[in-house]
């Protein structure tokens, strides 16, 4: 779909049973935490999230010395994800490090899993778009730290990369859903809640991020 913009990215880590985690457990009260701008938060937005693998790999099938039929994989995708920073505290949770003494972090041994929504808008009415992961892990392969200069700060963004995992919200165990506000049937909540369930950052459909 064409997309103009990054508006925001939402996310939340998950329980076990697929709920969202609220309160000291999770990233927020409401369970959903959003990368937003605001300096008070120690959040400066993201640059992009490219998301990649939407489809899965296309075969052909040869049969009688031509192509029958074709093979397609499963989606497979991964969202790379380019903030200029996220509270550092939101950061390490969602990487699964655990606190140790003296204020810091350091990495954990299980895999936590996170929702993600990502916001963007179609080019005509400039209505917003939805792309949704209910289920994924978050990674961060490395922090490239470089000297400033006497002309120039150099700054490191918060890189991460976000792998799909399959969600059962989703028929039946897809990775991904896209959803238009303008669709008929739209209602923001039942997406919030399908991502997040057991979130109270939308409490009422009449509430627009």
Known sequence: MPAI????????LKAADGSVLTGDKGLSESGVYEIDTNKANFNLGSKT??????????????GNNEVVDVSKGPASPQVAIDSNMINPKILNKLLG???IAGGGWTEGNENTESGLIIVTREPIAQTKLYYCFGRGTMAQASQNIQTNTDTA?????DNLTFTALGYKQFNNGKPFAIFWEKQEGFDEKAVFDTVFPGQTFIKDSSKKV
């Open 5 to 12: 913009g990054l508006d925001t990215i939402f996310t939340g």
């Open 97 to 99: 490090r655990v606190e």
């Open 153 to 157: 700060q150099t700054r490191e963004d």
């Open 49 to 62: 999230a490219n998301i990649t693998n939407l489809s899965g790999t296309t075969t052909k099938i040869a």
